[in-house]
C-alpha cells in the first residue's frame, strides 16, 4: 500500500475490507458498514487504533471480542452491534449508542467509569416503557445527549444515572417526562452536579413556560429549547434552536 507504515484512518465496506485485513496493527480511525459475518476482520492486536465506529447492515453480526487496543478511547456502536461487541470498555472517554433498547446500555455504562462524552439514542419495541434499571454512577462525565429514536418513549431512565461531573445535558423531552423542572432538579440534585448548558428538544409549550427553567435553575447560563429534532449528535450541537435569554448568553460569552 502507498501509505507504507503510516497509521490508517479507514471507512470501508464488505466489498473491499478484505485489503486492509493485514494491515490492522496500522489502523487508528476505523468506520465500518458491513455485515460481520466472521470478527477475523478485526480479530487481532491493533495497537494504534483510536476511533472505532461500527454500523452493521445485516442480521449476520456475530458475536465480535475486541482485544489489545490499548490507545481506543472513542467507540460509536450502531443497531445490532450494541449486544454483541464486547471491548474494553474500562478505558472509553467516549462513547455513542444508536438504535439501542435502554437495558443493552445497562451493562455497558456500567464498565465504563472513565466516560467523559456519552450519546445513547434509545429506541423500544413498543412506544412507550417505563425503565427500571439499576442505578449507574459515571463519575468523569462531562456531557451527556440522550434522545429517542423512532418516536420511542422511555421513562426513567435519566434517573438510574448519577453523574457528579456532569456539566452539559442534551435531552429530549421526553427524558424529563412529564414535569420537567421538577424532574431536572431531582436529577441535579441526586447527582450533585454543577451544570452549566441544558438544551432540550421536542418543546411544544409555549415561552412562558419555559421562562420557569431559568427561575428554577439560575446557576445554570445556557438553556436551549428546540423543536423536534431528528439530527445526528454532531448536528445537534451546532444548531442554535430557540433559546431563552439566548442573546444574553452570547453576549456573555463573547465577552470572555
Known sequence: MRSGTLPLSIQVDSDIFATFV?????????KLGLDISTHSAIDGPMPLLRHLDLDP????????????????????????????VNLPWEQLTSLTLKL???GECVPILQQSPNLVHCTLH???????INHLGPEITLPRLDSLVLKMSHGAVVTGFLPTLIVPALRSLNCSEQVLESNLVDSLKSFISKSGCQMGHVRVTGISRVSSELNSFRDAFPSIRNFVFAGPDDTTDDEASDDEGNSSDASDDKSSSDSE
Open 100 to 102: 439501542v433498547l435502554p
Open 122 to 128: 434509545l429506541w423500544t419495541r413498543s412506544q412507550v
Open 22 to 30: 493485514p494491515h490492522r496493527v496500522r489502523y487508528e480511525h476505523v
Open 57 to 84: 447492515t445485516g442480521e449476520n453480526t456475530v458475536g465480535i471480542t475486541i482485544h489489545d487496543v490499548p490507545l481506543l478511547r472513542t467507540v460509536i456502536l450502531t443497531g445490532i452491534i450494541v449486544s454483541r
